[in-house]
């Protein structure tokens, strides 16, 4: 099965600088990479997705980056600001019949005013 | 549109009680549910997808006996923990989507907050 690798596991950013998350994967048959932002005790909402078929994807400060051939991807935010802080989690979907996800291990962000 | 909600938010039990917790798509069908388990600090562990009308598929070292799924229709899906221990407390986030596999989105719901004394 899929299995996804995130790094690093906290990000501690000054507002108005970049922040980079870098994800792996290794079932090079998985065509779907979404991202989620979770604060805490709520749920994860998906801020940005990429697909196999495409290298990079932006909405406004928020890009994602995909390299099919060394099977990882990126997510960057721009810009950061205070309400960036949260743990952000890259996922796989496996090829199989169900469209599981397979989860990184997720980054803490923090963005210090 | 997608909007997915789950009852109840939060639970305490006692050791040896079972908790059933309700997943359900409020405005569209959906095929497919997954239900996660979160433990703090932690990313979420895919417990088991479920398909209306079929037998959910449990992931390695789940219990299919101890957390029992089902997807009666296209809007519901439960799990129930059965004999609930301390070292079941975690965080149980469900998920839907409208059809199996394919391009489609998964939608979250809330989550339920188990805590098992």
């Known amino acids: 099965g899929e299995n996804v690798e995130q790094h690093p596991s906290t990000l501690s950013v000054q507002e108005g600088d970049s922040a980079v998350i870098k994800c792996t994967y290794s079932d090079s048959a998985s065509n779907y990479f979404p991202w989620y932002k979770q604060e805490l005790g709520k749920r994860p909402q998906l801020i940005i997705d990429?697909?196999?078929?495409?290298g990079e994807k932006k909405d406004q400060r928020i890009a994602v980056t995909l390299n099919k051939t060394a099977k990882h991807f990126s997510l960057h935010i721009t810009e950061t600001q205070p309400e960036d802080s949260a743990v952000y989690f890259c996922a796989g979907r496996s090829t199989d019949s169900w469209g599981k996800l397979q989860f990184g291990a997720g980054t803490q962000v923090v963005v210090t005013p | 549109g997608a909007v997915v909600s789950q009852h109840p938010s939060w639970v305490i039990c006692k050791s040896g009680t079972s908790v059933k917790i309700e997943c359900r798509s409020l405005d569209f069908q959906a095929t497919t549910m997954f239900w996660y388990r979160q433990f703090p600090k932690q990313s979420l562990m895919l417990m088991a997808t479920?398909?209306?009308?079929?037998?959910?598929?449990?992931e390695q070292g789940v219990e299919k006996d101890k957390f029992l799924i089902n997807h009666a229709s296209l809007t519901l899906s439960t799990l129930t923990v059965t004999s609930a221990h301390p070292e079941d407390s975690s965080f149980y986030i469900c998920?839907?989507?409208?059809?199996?596999?394919?391009?489609?989105?998964?939608?979250f719901g809330p989550g339920t907050r188990l805590t098992v004394l």
């Open positions: 479920s398909n209306e009308g079929s037998k959910a598929t449990y």
């Open positions: 990429i697909r196999s078929n495409v």
């Open positions: 998920s839907a989507s409208r059809t199996s596999g394919g391009d489609n989105e998964q939608f």
